[in-house]
């Protein structure tokens, strides 16, 4: 089991930066990979960025260059830096964890509300 409180959601004007910050229960060295997922009115979840228990990052096209996911092992906690923010980064963030032990288990965060105005 792993519980995940994300922070630093808010409201930006467009080419604005924030800080999403997600914190979880355990030692993030145990979870496979830690990513942020977000979900506009009407649209579907959507991988926004995700990295590995040995530090790979991935992310979305839409956000390459912009965003930035990393980790801060020593307090259990994955961050996201989202800079040059668009209007269409407005959704609900969800930190997620992705644990392969005996089986495979997915945890969500409560979730975070981003808006970008234009």
């Known amino acids: 089991q792993v519980q995940l409180v994300e922070s630093g959601g808010g409201l930006v004007q467009a080419g604005g930066s924030l800080r999403l910050s997600c914190a979880a229960s355990?030692?993030?060295?145990?979870?496979?990979?830690m990513g942020w997922y977000r979900q506009a009115p009407g649209k579907q979840r959507e991988l926004v960025a995700d990295?590995?228990?040995?530090?790979?990052?991935n992310y979305a096209d839409s956000v390459k260059g912009r965003f930035t996911i990393s980790r801060d092992n020593a307090k259990n906690t994955v961050h996201l830096q989202m800079n040059s923010l668009k209007p269409e980064d407005t959704a609900v963030y969800y930190c997620?964890?992705?644990?392969?032990?005996?089986?495979?288990?997915?945890?969500w965060g409560q979730g975070t509300q981003v808006t970008v105005s234009s």
């Open positions: 997620n964890a992705f644990i392969r032990e005996v089986t495979i288990n997915t945890y």
């Open positions: 355990r030692n993030i060295f145990s979870i496979n990979v």
């Open positions: 990295i590995t228990s040995g530090g790979i990052p």
